[in-house]
């Protein structure tokens, strides 16, 4: 099933946290993905770190390795309707991650 990351998440398997890691290794086949709008927030953050050129550089890695989808109403509408997707591990870590619209699975 593919998974929306959103802001958070992506800035966090950027930095290679490790519970996030953990978590998306216990999940090989699935396929990431984020919205258009996060791609512009982590690139904005990137644009305004002390390590710009760094940053930037690991932001669009990353990008260039998911999916990034553009966000209508009635994909938000899916993602509002399905509040049952977001997942609480046992680490106490909440992944926000939500099927989206026909990747609904």
């Not at 990431?32 to 690139?43: D, I, N, P």
């Not at 989808?69 to 997707?85: L, N």
């Amino acid at each position: 099933m593919p998974y929306l990351l959103d802001t958070n998440h992506c800035f966090r398997l950027i930095a290679r946290d490790e519970r996030m890691l953990a978590a998306l290794n216990e999940r090989p086949s699935e396929r990431l993905m984020t919205s258009v709008v996060v791609a512009g927030e982590l690139r904005y953050g990137a644009l305004i770190s002390e390590r710009r050129i760094d940053n930037a550089l690991a932001v669009e890695d990353f990008l260039g390795r998911i999916d990034q989808i553009a966000i209508s109403p009635a994909i938000s509408q899916i993602y509002a309707d399905h509040p049952q997707m977001t997942q609480m591990y046992a680490d106490k870590t909440v992944l926000h991650l939500r099927s989206i619209c026909a990747i609904c699975g």
